[in-house]
């Protein structure tokens, strides 16, 4: 909106030992279910209007050719070596078990029932043989020790690199810059296993690795770049990529959760600085979690909310509002139903959508559907518009931060601004002339709304604008612009109608089957 070239890729994680795990569950090929859940997501995408220039797949063979030549220039480089490793084996699946495929206690902080890659209460990463009591994440077996041979990535070599990188971060989030800094001063990076003994992935292109793949996390960070090659090669512009990923004066902004962390604010950095040539993350903006009704989310256990099943019930600006305003940006929050239910109908619906339905009804029928000509605009008149343009400088501010739930807040104050001005002034009572003035300055605070709603409730904005005779091709700088009086808007319309407590607990009772049949 701003007149930057933007390209914003994101796509399906295919490669865990996770989406192995689930498709042996479900009696499916891991194919398959990707296949399954990749159309499935990217439909929910597109309904909740979030605008990806390509929502790609790291299962297809643009990625595995990155990954390839990714990793053929590291082992050319020699941060790629191997080395003989105890591997866990459950004897009754006859399987090795890397990553998902065991689970345990975390040898850091003895957190219980976690993954033999991450832990999701600490955040560290560590090697599955390292768990304390392992069991086998599908049978529940004791594993034995093999030995067998892997291929190592030298992360320690690069310690120095990423801790120079990271220092100067100071407009990353706080906690995000001193965990990371923490990580790299207090431990500092140690050899990383990035090959793994089974046939679902990238395979593993080193001398003696014919039968491995690349581990997950080693390979999909660099699904950013083949997912922006797939953006280029579905233009037919095939190397338009560069420009992205090899020129200095692009800006790379990562947008993930904190049990992502330290992927990408040290493994990404450190994959990239070691290949050599492509730019560094500028931010990776890092968000805390979501827990549902005071619980954690588990999908196994039925304590979730799925999105495809929402959309058939709630318009999607009514979603992505309330995803914006509990944005867990700083702290962890709660999505609860009935607080859905009580921040649309009492601040989007109530606050929002009031204002707008209100100002534009009384132009329909105060000035027929025409901008008033204001004549002489009086001291308190531009105190309103002053006050409007400062918030819409806040919202700006905000989200050149990334503080988006900050930003929304303050929409809502521009918003309660409208309100009141029709509150006090009540044009509906007074002179033709007074009424002009203020349904002038309620309809530049709706202009200013038009521009500033697209990236919070596009559905909205777009509609809005429609009424409003506006194209819906938006510039930010519109925002400080008039709505010249004589402009026609169109028929008012009410924008959403109000969640009932019988929609709430319905989903608090689907909740509650749920986990019990789980």
């Not at 203020?438 to 521009?451: C, E, F, G, P």
Request: proline share 5%.
């Amino acid at each position: 909106m701003k007149g930057d070239e933007v390209l914003f890729v994101c796509g399906t994680d295919e490669n865990a030992a996770s989406v192995i795990l689930e498709a042996l569950k479900q009696g499916l090929t891991p194919r398959e279910l990707c296949d399954k859940y990749y159309d499935i997501q990217k439909t929910v995408f597109e309904k909740l209007a979030i605008s990806f220039d390509i929502y790609s797949r790291t299962s297809k063979p643009i990625h595995y050719d990155t990954v390839r030549e990714f990793y053929e220039n590291l082992y050319r480089k020699g941060y790629v070596y191997p080395k003989e490793i105890t591997q866990l084996y459950c004897p009754n699946c006859r399987r090795p078990l890397p990553d998902r495929f065991v689970k345990g206690v975390c040898p850091y902080c003895g957190a219980e029932d976690q993954y033999g890659d991450v832990c999701e209460v600490c955040g560290r990463w560590y090697e599955a043989w390292e768990l304390l009591n392992p069991r086998c994440s599908i049978c529940g077996a004791k594993p034995i020790e093999q030995r067998t041979i892997h291929w190592f990535l030298k992360l320690s070599a690069l310690t120095e690199d990423v801790l120079r990188y990271v220092e100067p971060k100071k407009n990353w989030r706080r906690a995000t810059y001193n965990k990371t800094i923490d990580w790299l001063k207090r431990e500092g990076l140690k050899d990383k296993d990035i090959t793994r003994d089974y046939d679902w992935g990238p395979p593993a292109p080193f001398p003696g690795a014919e039968k491995q793949v690349i581990y997950n996390w080693a390979e999909n960070l660099l699904g950013y770049i083949s997912a922006t090659k797939d953006w280029a090669m579905e233009k037919g512009e095939s190397d338009s990529w560069k420009r992205f990923w090899l020129d200095s004066s692009t800006e790379l902004y990562c947008f993930i959760g904190k049990d992502n962390l330290f992927f990408h604010t040290i493994l990404f950095p450190a994959l990239l600085i070691a290949h050599g040539g492509y730019i560094l993350p500028e931010n990776v903006v890092v968000n805390e979690f979501v827990t549902l009704e005071g619980r954690k989310l588990s999908t196994s256990r039925g304590w979730v909310v799925w999105l495809h099943e929402m959309l058939e019930k709630f318009h999607p600006d009514m979603i992505r509002f309330y995803a914006a305003r509990i944005a867990p940006e700083f702290r962890d929050s709660d999505f609860r139903w009935i607080d859905f239910m009580s921040k649309v109908n009492d601040e989007l619906i109530g606050n929002l959508a009031n204002f707008l339905y209100r100002t534009l009804t009384l132009t329909y029928r105060l000035f027929n559907s025409e901008v008033p000509d204001p004549k002489i605009l009086m001291d308190e008149d531009r105190m309103y518009l002053e006050e409007a343009d400062r918030l819409v400088r806040e919202v700006e501010s905000s989200l050149e931060s990334f503080r988006f739930k900050e930003g929304l807040s303050h929409i809502l104050e521009l918003s309660a601004l409208g309100n009141r001005l029709l509150n006090e002034r009540e044009p509906w009572r007074v002179s033709r002339d007074e009424a002009a003035r203020t349904i002038y300055v309620a309809l530049q605070i709706i202009y200013k709304l038009s521009v500033l709603l697209f990236m919070y409730l596009p559905y909205t904005a777009i509609e809005l604008r429609r009424i409003l005779g506006l194209d819906e091709m938006v510039r930010w700088d519109e925002v400080y612009m008039e709505f010249k009086p004589g402009a026609r808007i169109g028929k008012p319309k009410i924008f959403f109608e109000k969640i009932s407590k019988v929609d709430v607990e319905e989903e608090e009772a689907k909740l509650r089957v749920k986990l019990a049949e789980n």
